[in-house]
């Protein structure tokens, strides 16, 4: 006679059903990647996502995708990172649509170049006038720091402006190996930001709405923000 009770019953693998629910249901976060070019945006997003620096690059044009899955505190949480152009002439294939939803932002600058960190209001307007909420996570990140002999970013100066901003500042290498544990870090500290954040939607319905709810959602909150917007 078969016993109920047996706590195998209980041990029996998910159905394939059950496990492509879950997957289905994994909070998806946004994050978009913003900088001038040549600061690194490319090298730290694939450290992060492929655990290596990459044996070359190129200027990215529009936006490249890369994505990991995290586990935050027992929940496995995907991280899509959207490492865009910095470059002007190849930010103009960059459409509204890649700011739709956006859960968090690093802004990128390059301890070794003065003008890149200098830029960084600029950047910040941008994200402001495309109506990108400034509720949500923002970091900054000085990137290079494996260049000892030519950085030209105090440490304070850097510090003071994302204390005005009221964002984090991490300093760190995508090239030093020795960084890699810090870079992978920097991003885990936004997950956890965005596991604990109070959703302002769901992140799984973000990546299921049509493209007819989302603009919905878009224009209603550009005509909430429209009187916050920005005036550089
Ligand atoms: N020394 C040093 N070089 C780096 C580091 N990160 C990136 N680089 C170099 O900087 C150059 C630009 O890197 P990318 O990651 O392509 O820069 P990007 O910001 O994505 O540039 P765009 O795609 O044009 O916006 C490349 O030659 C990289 O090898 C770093 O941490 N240290």
Redesign the pocket.
């Known amino acids: 006679m078969s016993d109920l009770n047996n706590t195998d019953l209980h041990e029996e693998p998910e159905s394939s059903v059950t496990v492509i629910e879950k997957q289905a249901q994994r909070r998806i976060f946004k994050i978009i990647v913003i900088?001038?070019?040549?600061?690194?945006?490319?090298?730290?997003t694939?450290r992060f996502c492929s655990s290596k620096?990459?044996d070359?690059?190129?200027?990215?044009i529009g936006v490249d995708f890369r994505e990991k899955t995290v586990n935050v505190e027992g929940e496995q949480i995907k991280l899509q990172l959207w490492?865009?152009?910095?470059?002007e002439r190849?930010r103009k294939s960059m459409v509204q649509h890649y700011y739709r939803n956006v859960h968090a932002i690093v802004f990128?600058y390059d301890v070794t170049k003065m003008s890149s960190f200098e830029n960084m209001p600029g950047w910040i307007c941008e994200c402001d006038q495309h109506n990108l909420n400034r509720d949500i996570p923002r970091i900054l990140v000085g990137?290079?720091?494996?260049?000892k002999e030519k950085i030209a970013v105090n440490t304070n100066l850097a510090q003071k402006f994302a204390d005005s901003y009221n964002m984090p500042l991490f300093e760190?290498?995508?090239?030093?190996d020795e960084k890699a544990n810090h870079v992978d870090a920097i991003f885990m500290t936004l997950a956890h930001k965005l596991k604990n954040a109070k959703p302002m939607m769901p992140p799984y319905l973000t990546v299921q709405l049509g493209d007819n709810a989302q603009r919905r959602g878009l224009e209603r909150a550009s005509t909430e923000e429209r009187n916050d917007s920005c005036s550089c």
């Open positions: 900088g001038d070019s040549n600061v690194g945006k490319t090298c730290l694939y620096f990459p070359k690059t190129e200027a990215t490492d865009t152009a910095g470059q190849f990128v990137n290079k720091c494996d260049e760190t290498s995508a090239k030093d």
